[in-house]
């Protein structure tokens, strides 16, 4: 398990780079066909969107590409930011993340016990709600963008199709003027939120390396948590039928 944790740096990297190798190859393939902005989703329940994933997770910026796009004012977006920020089930993957850290004994001058493991949490929640505040708000509203995922659902093609899309989607999103471009919102805000949370750590875990594994895991897991809001539904909807 700890070998699976340490290694998810790497492994977001490398899925950073399928991301890129993604965009470019399949560069039509990573929007929404044009035919899916007008059209009726045939996931009617989706009109009532889930607000948590697995009744815990948050799932407040997912809305449907079918239905017509309309901007979202600068206060909606730091608004929304504020309320995924700030949702309980942060403090609980914040310190699930201590914990780990603290087996790791990553940051060895945080030193064991209660207090260093109080250090690994203050550090692993400031490094998950800054980089949202940032991402998911203020450059949103800075740089024109809108922070949602526009969720294909069944209608918007294949299994794969629709994978590729959720996982691209840390690239490519969607501006107020309605148009799709490169997501200068993620990138700008988690790499920024990076470089605040070397605030929070001691000096020797301030290098380059560090940060980029940083980076990695948390735009790498923005992208896996974009599959979770592509798919929940159908799973769900799988779920409820089963019983």
Avoid: C
């Avoid at 989706?46 to 979202?72: C, E, G, H, W």
């Avoid at 980089?131 to 949103?140: K, M, R, W």
């Avoid at 209608?155 to 629709?162: A, H, I, L, M, Y």
């Avoid at 899309?165 to 805000?189: C, K, M, P």
């Amino acid at each position: 398990m700890i070998r699976l944790v340490t290694g998810f740096g790497r492994v977001g990297l490398r899925l950073l780079v399928f991301l890129g190798i993604a965009g470019i190859a399949y560069p039509h393939a990573t929007e929404p066909p044009a035919a899916l902005e007008a059209a009726d989703n045939d996931d009617d329940d989706d009109v009532k969107k889930p607000k948590r994933i697995f009744a815990l997770l948050p799932n407040y910026r997912t809305t449907l590409a079918s239905q017509a796009f309309s901007p979202m004012p600068a206060k909606e977006k730091l608004k929304l930011a504020g309320r995924d920020s700030f949702d309980y089930p942060l403090y609980f993957i914040s310190g699930a993340w201590a914990g780990l850290y603290q087996m790791q004994d990553r940051n060895p001058s945080f030193g064991q016990g209660a207090a260093g493991y109080a250090k690994r949490y203050g550090a692993a929640w400031g490094d998950q709600t800054i980089a949202n505040v940032l991402s998911e708000g203020v450059f949103p509203a800075a740089f024109h963008q809108d922070p949602r995922y526009f969720r294909l659902g069944s209608g918007g093609g294949g299994t794969w199709r629709r994978a590729r899309y959720a996982l691209t989607r840390v690239l490519i999103t969607r501006n107020d003027n309605g148009r799709w471009g490169f997501n200068y919102s993620e990138w700008t805000g988690v790499g920024v939120g990076v470089a605040v949370s070397n605030l929070s750590y001691p000096t020797d875990t301030r290098a380059a390396n560090h940060n980029f594994q940083k980076l990695g895991m948390q735009v790498g897991g923005d992208a896996l948590y974009n599959l979770l809001r592509e798919f929940w539904p159908d799973w769900q909807q799988k779920l409820s039928r089963k019983k």
